[in-house]
């Protein structure tokens, strides 16, 4: 059941955990931990900034998709 609800967030987690772990080079876990305890530290707050850089990063991903169909024709 657990392993299920883990594969569950990991297939819907938005990839920022991922971006921020490469782009700092850190752990990927390391930086979910962080979001979990400063999210019940500060209450809630960076959940905010978690979604809000999901949305950058996927309206990104799409800018990326659509200039290189623009360019192959």
Do not use: H
């Not at 920022?16 to 999210?39: A, D, W």
Request: glycine share 6%; charged share 20%; aromatic share 24%.
């Amino acid at each position: 059941m657990i392993q299920r609800i883990l594969e569950y967030f990991e297939r819907r987690s938005f990839g920022v955990s991922t971006y921020l772990g490469q782009r700092f080079n850190m752990s990927i876990s390391k930086i979910r931990l962080f979001f979990i305890y400063s999210s019940f530290l500060a209450v809630g707050f960076p959940l905010i900034f978690y979604f809000l850089a999901a949305f950058v990063l996927g309206i990104r991903t799409y800018m990326k998709r659509i200039r290189t169909r623009i360019w192959d024709f």
